[in-house]
């Protein structure tokens, strides 16, 4: 239930020191390792499984900054900026194109949110245009009678299967060791401070440590003594073929989402409904996520099941001459929801023509690391000095993937940061260590 990724060759020589080591091989990993290395900062790569294996190449693959959260849009705009270089800076194709995305409204609750987002919008000088029923309904290839739709000419896509593989690889290219099948058991400490990490395969010196490891990210941090705030959520999206005058522009809508592949056939989800595991972390994180339940409730399908014993039984503290849970698990590779992907299917070829001949190709799930505010921690961990954080991007990892790369190569390596991370500090959920 995966998607065919890129492969990529890994380096062959295991390093004893290195200035950085990046835990996690998704789009923030690579990213952040292409930066460190072109600035001539020794950096080393570990990825337990293999270079965007799990959600990094399972997302809808959007590059966008409409209706983002405020304290997103500096760092997406950035990230659409590094998008528009990535294939000329990798020497590869990523996939990306300046399409555009239109959100489609079909109430006027909807329209006003998004009215209200245009007016953020115009202050960062986003390129947005707003379209009557006709034009949404003609621009979407829908019959659906919408209020309207807001439309960002600036945003687009890119294709998950290929861009993390492509940036990794040009990190190697550029100096950068990159290592598959390499799981980091922990991390070691001189002083107070990062002084290195022990893999399954050895032990690397180094200076400073970049987590990077999505839906893994708080279970590592928990056993560094680090009480990182997050739950896991599937995604699930489906690869259809066979639709002929769909149109370029990717579109979303109250229940549907779609955007063209390189393929020529479309990848499609069910917008605004994604599936919860209750697991045992739910209950110990519930009043950090109360919130977060009651505003996005209509979003969220919870649900009970195998996962709930499958986490109760996982480790939650190991020493680093065992084996660790990522080696046990190289790849989360979790079963779609298949009912809303069902719907998503039906909703389309109701209400879109083009779509009413689509054949399905295949079906994935992801795990997506969701943080009680929605919004990245990119950062430094001050209680341990070398320790940063490059996680919990709430589904929007891909889009906003190089942005995030860039800055937290910027804060390790001391450079000016791209933009100014302090919307994504870690102490604003007023935790470090963990008591």
């Known amino acids: 239930m995966a998607p065919k990724v890129e492969p990529v060759q890994p ?3 295991f390093p004893a020191r290195t200035n950085v080591v990046i835990i996690g091989g998704g789009i923030i990993g690579v990213t952040a390792a292409l930066f460190l290395a072109r600035s001539g900062i020794p950096v080393t790569l570990c990825e337990k499984g293999h270079i965007a294996g799990e959600q990094s190449s399972r997302n809808w693959g959007w590059t966008r900054v409409m209706g983002r959260d405020e304290r997103e849009l500096p760092l997406g705009q950035a990230s659409l900026n590094l998008w528009g270089q990535m294939n000329e800076m990798t020497g590869r194709d990523t996939g990306f194109r300046q399409c555009g995305i239109l959100y489609a409204c079909d109430n006027e609750r909807e329209m006003n949110d998004f009215l209200k987002w245009k007016d953020i919008a115009d202050r960062y000088q986003i390129r947005t245009e707003v379209l009557d029923p006709a034009r949404t309904a003609e621009k979407s290839g829908s019959q659906r009678l919408f209020r309207g739709g807001l439309f960002c000419p600036t945003d687009g896509r890119a294709e998950p299967t290929m861009a993390a593989p492509a940036i990794a690889a040009a990190a190697r290219e550029q ?3 990159v290592l598959t099948r390499c799981a980091v058991r922990g991390v070691e400490t001189r002083g107070g401070r990062v002084c290195g990490v022990v893999t399954e395969r050895g032990t690397i010196a180094c200076e400073s440590v970049i987590l990077a490891g999505g839906a893994w990210s708080r279970l590592f941090a928990g056993n560094t003594g680090i009480d990182l705030p997050s739950l896991q959520v599937l995604g699930s999206v489906a690869r259809v073929d066979n639709v002929e005058g769909g149109p370029e522009e990717t579109v979303g809508g109250s229940d549907f989402a779609f955007r063209r592949n390189i393929q020529g056939g479309y990848n499609i989800s069910r917008r605004n409904a994604s599936v919860a595991d209750i697991v045992p972390d739910s209950f110990r ?11 996005g409730w209509r979003e969220l399908r919870l649900h009970l099941g195998r996962r709930f014993l499958e986490e109760m039984r996982m480790p939650r503290a ?10 046990i698990i190289r790849t989360l590779d979790p079963e779609p929801s298949h009912y809303l992907l069902d719907e998503a299917i039906t909703i389309l070829k109701r209400d879109f023509p083009a779509f009413r001949t689509m054949r399905e190709v295949e079906r994935w799930g992801g795990m997506i690391d969701v943080t009680p505010d929605a919004v990245p921690v990119i950062g430094p961990v001050d209680s341990l000095p070398g320790f940063y954080l490059a996680t919990g991007f709430s589904g929007h990892g891909f889009g906003i993937g190089p942005g995030g790369g860039r800055l937290i190569a910027d804060l390790v390596s001391g450079r000016t940061p791209v933009v100014d991370p302090t919307p994504f500090r870690f102490g604003r959920f007023n935790t470090d260590r963990r008591p």
């Open 11 to 13: 380096s062959t020589e």
């Open 175 to 177: 100096g950068a060791t």
């Open 285 to 295: 994180q519930f009043t950090r996520f109360i919130g977060a339940y009651r505003t």
């Open 318 to 327: 190991w020493s680093m001459d065992e084996i660790s849970p990522f080696e």
